[in-house]
């Protein structure tokens, strides 16, 4: 009697991650059907500054994968399985003056002010 298989071992499981808080891209993940799970990085985006946006925005969404790579015992990741990070960051850009995530209903309307109207 044998108890060994000719079947090759499965490859690891590729797990989804999506590094963000983000509801929209939640959504749009679940209306793609990829099942993923939602970890969110430690990271202080508003200490990561370049003067061009699109930098800074790239190097924040690096910075959401470099918290996620480094410190995979802390968000309870398995070092032995792989995974696909999303990150991402957004934010509004009116001529040189960028838009981060408002902290308050003031800075909200103060936002909007500055926005409207504009394309």
């Given amino acids: 009697m044998q108890f060994t298989s000719n ?3 499965e490859e690891p499981q590729l797990n989804v991650l999506l590094a963000s808080q983000s509801a ?6 679940e209306k793609l059907g990829v099942w993923f799970n939602v970890v969110v990085p430690h990271v ?13 925005i790239e ?3 690096k910075a959401k994968v470099d918290e996620l790579i480094n410190h995979p015992h802390v968000y309870a990741l398995s070092e032995e399985n792989k995974y696909l990070i ?17 902290k ?12 409207m109207g504009r394309t």
């Fill in 24 to 29: 929209g891209r939640r959504m749009l993940l």
């Fill in 104 to 115: 308050n209903v003031d800075e909200a309307r103060e936002m909007l002010k500055n926005l």
């Fill in 44 to 56: 202080d985006e508003e200490n990561i500054i370049h003067p061009n946006p699109a930098k800074m």
């Fill in 59 to 61: 190097l924040r969404a």
């Fill in 7 to 9: 079947k090759k071992p």
């Fill in 86 to 102: 999303i990150a991402a960051d957004s934010m509004a850009v009116i001529g040189k003056k960028t838009f981060g995530k408002v």
